[in-house]
């Protein structure tokens, strides 16, 4: 059973943390614990960041799951309290600054996180809710989830998930969520390319594990160099990228775990991984 390590509880909450951790066989489970909507607070924002940051320093997580408890993945950003900062001197948006400027540092920081980082969804993933989805390495979902990316409807457009959105789903397929507002099922979903897999609600949890634990037993040397590269090739043209990502292989070739996965292929016995 995995050992609960550690919580962050934000200031008034009365159902203990904001933020569930626990670890396991390599496995960092981030469950995102302020039901019903589970809202990317301030502090819910923060609260993430610094698990992910802690992740990518600790040499044991090799997988990072981002899960939900509650009928919501996450409703997106805390509409009541951006709302109750117009009341400042400067009608909120030096708050409303701080709000999106934090949120795409926790998107960016998943990107760059040198560890695979899973989202397991269960419920409604909407406006920045959506974006985390978008923004995770791999998405795999209950048959009954949904998503949108809803600012439309509220004479808001969801320009800040725009960015993860466009990146994962197909572009007509991104603009139809960002222009309607309507939201879609867990099949439209992998349709689009937003998710990876569906499975039935009572199967999630394990089906994501199994997806973490191969991850996990692979180099992690390899895949903290393979994800730092697709990444930054996915932005250049396909001419720079061939040449960038020869120079990855050969850099790759160099490393040691490159050495002992193929002496152990030709060998035909398990690979013994750098720790790294």
Known sequence: MAEVLSFRTEAGKENGALVLRQFADGILRLTLNNPPANLLSIAMLETL???????????????????????????????????????????GEAFFEETFALAADLMLEITRLPKPVIAEIDGLATAAGCQLVASCDLAICTDTATFCTPGVNIGLFCATPMVAVTRAAHRKQAMEMLLTGETIDASTAKDFGLVNRIVPKQYLSQVVTKYASVIASKSPMAVRIGKEAFYRQLEMPVEEAYGYAAEVMVDSM????????????????????SAE
């Open 49 to 91: 960041m610094g698990e992910l940051q802690n992740a990518a320093e600790d040499e044991a997580v090799r997988v990072v799951v981002i899960a939900s408890t509650g009928d919501v993945f996450s409703a997106g950003h805390d509409l009541k309290e951006l709302t109750a900062h117009r009341a400042d001197p400067d009608e």
């Open 254 to 273: 160099m490393t040691d775990d490159a050495e002992e996965g193929i002496g152990a292929f030709l060998d035909k016995r398990m690979p013994d991984w």
